[in-house]
């Protein structure tokens, strides 16, 4: 059997969709893309580009995007921060707070700190499958240059500039400047409301996290507080596959349902807010120690 002839039988026997699976089932194990590539069937530079392509970001990073969701679900059941990372390959901590602080805005060692809730997504929406996580966290106060939208009364109207916002690679409140993730999709990007005294409009800020502040007349620097907040997620799902699905699910979750059960919980001093990052939507909302 020659080269070509190895390549073409290992692309018969792992189809892209498999890849994942292969990622999963090996996941600590230390896995580079050179020994991927060729289990696969490809040239590494070949098996790269296709690799983004179907899974939407390089192999490194769907690695280590894995690798932590793994630590993150172990440190939820129990197991010390260290001795996880320790599982999946980090051995350092400076290594493991790099890689949490992406996927999670906190170090290892604060998310050890919080606690967590799983609810079934039916709980609230009937024949509707899933799970609900919720993180009970403290998180640091965050600098956002925000644009303010004419005020809007629709939820539609909200979402459709939310998915714009959410998908391009700049917005208009910070032109020139370099944002904190400035790939397409990685971008630390934010969205934050109020309502006025008749509860019908609604004052609705978007806008991104910045390295750079100045002022301009179209945008002005919001601090979103510091302190304990429930951070709710669909838990082990890609908001792209359905942008708006994952919003109505979170929205119908948070608002019509926890929020009125949990109302004394809630510390309506300090502003809810909506972040989206890592191809997810996350919905803050802040909480009494």
Not at 86 to 110: C, N, Q, W
Not at 128 to 145: A, D, N, Q, T
Not at 173 to 196: G, H, M, Q
Not at 270 to 282: C, D, F, L, S
Request: aromatic content about 16%.
């Amino acid at each position: 059997m020659n080269t070509e002839q190895f390549y073409e039988q290992k692309r018969a026997q792992w189809g892209t969709e498999k890849w994942a699976g292969y990622i999963e089932q090996n996941i600590t194990c230390r896995l580079q893309v050179e020994m991927l590539a060729q289990q696969f069937g490809y040239s590494v530079t070949h098996f790269k580009r296709i690799f983004k392509d179907y899974y939407g970001m390089s192999v490194a990073d769907y690695i280590r995007e894995r690798k932590v969701a793994y630590i993150a679900d172990k440190i939820r059941n129990g197991m010390h921060y260290s001795k996880a990372a320790a599982m999946y390959g980090f051995h350092s901590e400076a290594g493991i707070s790099r890689a949490f602080l992406k996927d999670y805005f906190v170090t290892p060692a604060v998310y050890w700190a919080g606690s967590f809730e799983q609810i079934a997504i039916s709980r609230y929406i009937n024949n509707m499958h899933g799970y609900l996580l919720i993180s009970y966290l403290h998180f640091p106060e965050i600098r956002v240059k925000a644009q303010m939208l004419d005020k809007v009364t629709e939820s539609n109207q909200i979402q459709k500039a939310e998915l714009l916002h959410w998908k391009q690679s700049s917005y208009p409140a910070v032109p020139k400047k370099r944002l904190i993730y400035n790939k397409s999709c990685r971008e630390d990007k934010f969205a934050f409301w109020t309502v006025d005294h008749v509860g019908e409009t609604y004052e609705y800020w978007l806008g991104t996290q910045i390295e750079e502040v100045d002022d301009s007349e179209e945008s002005k620097i919001c601090c979103l507080e510091k302190g304990k907040y429930a951070m709710f997620e669909i838990k082990d799902y890609s908001d792209l596959a359905d942008f708006s699905q994952a919003i109505d699910i979170l929205i119908e979750c948070i608002f019509h349902d926890w929020c009125r059960e949990n109302e004394e919980k809630i510390d309506k001093s300090r502003m809810i807010y909506e972040r989206y990052a890592n191809k997810k939507v996350y919905f803050f909302i802040p909480v009494k120690e």
